[in-house]
């Protein structure tokens, strides 16, 4: 960034700065004699009411508002007091944000399907309309049309403090009336939105386009591990076949070439030309790329076979920057919750940074996690390598190879309508009953994914979630069953949190790492719904180490993420290059504090592979939040003897309820790492004994 940039950012920032300063003295006058006559007009009963509804409006009152007199004259006029008028208020409030949410919901999904779905080459028009936010002025047409300021006169606003401290003593109506006051709590232009929808879609297409052709990886002496036609996105892909192949005899070497490859996008180090193209061999180890020796895969278009050398230029690290520079706009529209950072720890996940990260620690730091690692290694038959963070043979999955499972989802599910038709059976054997699995399958559509997979959910009653999953031409994959199980399970919370919930206005779950626990109770009975036997009382120990050694990962990909968020705002003015320098040096700090003492190597990199990293913005912490809260529900699941379905349905009907009275009024405890840390030391016990 040149000097004359970083002031034109200063002054930007003032001026943001000056937009977003409180009350004017005329409209604190205005205020006070609004007040009065409230009190006036009803009774002292409604007081505290009154100064709070008041004080809500003029604190986001600005000029373009109108002057002191609307003011008033909004304030005055708008109060509804308790009882019918604002029993009715509610009710209305809550049924037109059903509505305006659930359209927009339903029209966005429409726009993105060219860039969402796999329906033949994203053309330039697909990505203007999947960038193109429809939604992103309803925040400026609500405070323009004055109906936000009608709902912050009458329902109150709460800090996280507050909702945590009296949170558990509320009626659900009380919570709905935070939630509804909630969503007006900030006020951040339309063209600020619009730039981080922006940074966020362009970051996600990049993502969805880096792919690695298996194939064309060749080794010094010229041999290619890989079969024909393997593509794997990165990350989710080349991390699921590094761990398929712990049931390969051959594996290792295979494994070591993954990583290999991680290591070198992390560093960006990887030939651009190697990037989503099968028109070139590459030996991840030299570095050096050819012209491809074989065809086995059609190229994307404006791919060439020139074996070009350069390395990617940081360009990982300029999509995450751009992310991080949108989002920083809207900071001085956001004064209780001046960063990315807050607003994602605070507003969009509550429970606050500091907590995650001393739950994070708590698993790290254990001295479990040593012990586990030697019992790896002992299982494993040789020494441990980096990679071995993904270790999964302590899941029963690792008896059978992954083309042994290929085999069984591909003659099952050769399209994705085939997968539609089976959801009924699939639910009533994860425990649902019949009319509850015909329900909620007549509540998921089915779609063909380009991504890995997603789950995309409804925002009114009588819409439908969208299960995107990604079927090949012969049929699905058992990594695309396994994440279609996991996005299954989205979609069950999905309808039940909205089309069954008492309050629309409690939509969903407190946080995406919810959503995650749910998801993954479900996918981790995946094999089981294919017929394969349940695990036994011996595995199902295995499988709390396994739950173990995964949020342990995670939890230090989490970490990585978070310390280069912090190091984002320490440098806001960092070139990609800079930002990559670090994000390699917090990777390597993190791995050497944590992982180097027991896989043994240091300096490595492996943790800042994640995907969502680059496109997210600090998403992450959810994945090890959503193993520690997962964790606490599947046992909440495993202690009680009748079917999972009804119960199931009574937690996702607890609804955006903060973590932590969520927690507590679905499984009785609130979030800890304790249980999982208990549960795996007792487990290492059994699994260790001779
Ligand atoms: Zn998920």
Partial sequence: MTDSHALVGVALMLLLAAAVQGATPEVEKA?????????????DSEAPRIDRGVDQVARLWRAEDGDAAAFKELVTSEFLPTGEALDGGFQRFESASESVNGYFTAMIRDLRRGVDLDLGPVTSLDRRLAAWNSASHISDDMFGNKLAFVALLNFPLTTLDERMAKGMDWSRRQWA????????????PSDVQAKITAAYSAADSYINDYNVYMHHLVTADGRRPFPAGLRLITHWNLRDELKARYADK?????????????????????????????????????????????????????????AKADREPDERYRQWLGIFQAERVADPFTPDNPSHIARRFNVNREIPEAQVKALFESMLTSPLGAKVGALIQKRLGRKLEPFDIWYVGFKPRGQYTEAELDAMTKKRYPTPEAYAKDIPRLLRDLGFSEERARFLADHIVVDPARGAGHALGAGRRDDSAHLRTRVGKDGMDYKGYNIAV??????????????????????????????????FVFQARDLELLGLPKPEAKDQGLLVLDTFWQAREIAGVALVDMSAWRWLYDHPDATPTQFREA??????????RHYAPILGVKDITLLAIYSHMVDAGLYTPDYPLGHLIAFQVKEHFRKRSEPMGPEF??????GALTPDAWMRKAVGAPLLAEPLLQAAATAYEGASKP
């Fill in 31 to 43: 205020s006070a004699e609004a007040k009065q006559a409230l009190r006036a007009s009803h009774g």
């Fill in 177 to 188: 009336e935070t939630r509804l006051a909630g969503q007006f709590q900030t006020r951040v």
């Fill in 250 to 306: 051959g594996g290792l070497e295979k494994q070591r070439m993954i990583a290999r490859v991680m290591e070198r996008i992390v560093r960006q180090e990887i030939p651009a030309a190697a990037v989503n193209n099968p028109l070139v061999d590459w030996n991840p180890e030299t570095n050096a790329v050819t012209k491809a020796g074989v065809k086995d895969a059609d190229a994307p278009a404006g791919r060439s076979d020139e």
């Fill in 486 to 519: 996991h996005e299954m399970g989205h979609n069950v919370e999905q309808v039940f949190s909205l089309t069954t919930i008492d309050h629309t206005l409690l939509q969903g779950v407190p946080n995406t790492a919810f959503t995650e626990a749910l998801a």
């Fill in 583 to 592: 994000v390699v040096g917090i990777a390597k700090d993190v791995w050497n």
């Fill in 649 to 654: 349905e009574r937690i996702c009907q607890l």
